[in-house]
């Protein structure tokens, strides 16, 4: 559909597009949100550097891992360690964790508006900041539910009440062998609920959450909808990038604004129906409202 040709180009400086962006999604039919890690990490929840030294330097010195996010995928010698390392991550990325300002300012923004968001992100940031969970779907799971880890059964299950066990219990990054959570259905162990290969579980929610999601497209299909990227990189284009420009080349209303740091393009065929700024996502978001 289009060609090779991506472009950062505009002939407007920052605040000429900064202002562009404001008169979007003030005159918008809707706003459909399509939300990546780039977004969560302007609001302070990086998963590296200071914050991981301050959670996970016994970690970096035992295992050699660097990083929160290399850190969920060490092969970790035992459950009680893979628990140990998790409950901890589950706990400062999901439930100990400020809501982010600019998940708060996002909200102001658009609340008043017919949205929609789209993410990629398993923090729940979205719902702590006030988002109507109707108007929410996310995608590849949540930091806040389990799952077995052989997908006996499409059902996920919250674990705020066992992560603060196992938190509170842990001793040399170990935790108790009691506490390692049991499929209740097969007896496998549980893991956590994030896509990261095909025993995914899609649960009764997963699909409730997709239906709206195509619902809500469905119903503003020919009007002006602002598809609005925050953060979004190349590692899964598919699932939000790519959508959203094909639905912008598809409805000669709709326009794509695309706002990330270093990583901010769109096809050249776009050009003239986008708002591309490169920018830190919290100093925009609150540009535009104000």
Request: glycine content about 8%; overall charge neutral; aromatic content about 14%.
């Amino acid at each position: 559909m289009f060609s090779k040709i991506l472009t950062t180009k505009s002939t407007e400086g920052f605040s000429d597009r900064i202002k562009r962006l404001r008169e979007e999604i003030r005159s918008a039919d809707a706003v459909v949100i399509g939300a990546g890690a780039g977004l969560s990490a302007s609001a302070g929840l990086t998963y590296g550097g200071k914050r991981f030294e301050t959670y996970f330097a016994d970690f970096n010195r035992k295992y050699g891992i660097t990083d929160m996010y290399a850190g969920g995928f060490y092969p970790y010698a035992t459950l009680e360690e893979y628990w140990a390392w998790w409950s901890r991550h589950i706990l400062v990325n999901r439930y100990d964790c400020p809501v982010g300002k600019p998940y708060a300012d996002l909200l102001a923004l658009v609340q008043n508006k017919d949205y929609f968001v789209l993410t990629t992100n398993v923090d729940h940031q979205f719902q702590r900041a006030g988002f109507d969970k109707q108007h929410l779907f996310y995608t590849q799971g949540d930091y806040g539910l389990w799952q077995c880890s052989k997908s006996c059964h499409n059902k996920t299950y919250d674990n705020e009440e066992a992560v603060r066990q196992m938190y509170i219990r842990q001793t040399d990054m170990r935790i108790p062998s009691e506490l390692i959570p049991k499929c209740p259905i097969c007896g496998a162990p549980m893991t956590m609920n994030l896509r990261c290969d095909d025993t995914f579980v899609q649960d009764e929610g997963w699909y409730a959450a997709a239906n709206r999601y195509a619902s809500f497209l469905r119903h503003h299909g020919e009007a002006h909808i602002l598809f609005l990227e925050l953060g979004v990189g190349m590692n899964t284009p598919g699932i939000i990038k790519y959508p959203f420009w094909r639905m912008t080349a598809a409805n000669a209303k709709a326009v794509y604004a695309c706002v990330n740091l270093h990583e901010c393009f769109c096809p050249a065929e776009l050009a003239k129906r986008s708002v591309c700024i490169d920018g830190d996502i919290g100093k925009v978001i609150c540009a535009v409202g104000t």
